[in-house]
């Protein structure tokens, strides 16, 4: 599965939109939005697993242009109840 991250600049927070996804959120810099949208979609995806669906395997996630890669290490997190 491919995703992208869109960034929009919103008064003094950057918001990070995962359009494949439906996925918003939100940091006070483009690193801390990055970096929670990339939590939340791996709640997502984990979440979806757990319930039975079908999901792809994430291949590549593309940020304004820039690829990250290798996604295994990216993506690693520890749950928690907060996902922000």
């Known amino acids: 599965m ?7 600049q919103s008064h003094d927070e950057i918001i990070a939109n995962c ?12 690193d801390e939005a990055i ?3 990339k939590k ?3 709640f997502y995806v984990d979440s979806a697993k757990e319930l039975g669906l079908n999901v ?3 291949t590549e996630i593309s940020v304004e242009g ?5 996604l295994k ?3 690693t997190c520890s749950h928690t109840n907060s996902i922000n």
């Open 40 to 42: 939340v979609i791996n």
């Open 19 to 30: 359009p494949e996804l439906d996925i918003n959120c939100y940091g006070s810099d483009r």
């Open 73 to 75: 290490d990216k993506f």
């Open 2 to 8: 491919k995703l992208s991250i869109k960034l929009i």
């Open 56 to 58: 792809e395997s994430l």
């Open 35 to 37: 970096r929670r949208i």
């Open 66 to 70: 820039e690829i990250d890669q290798p």
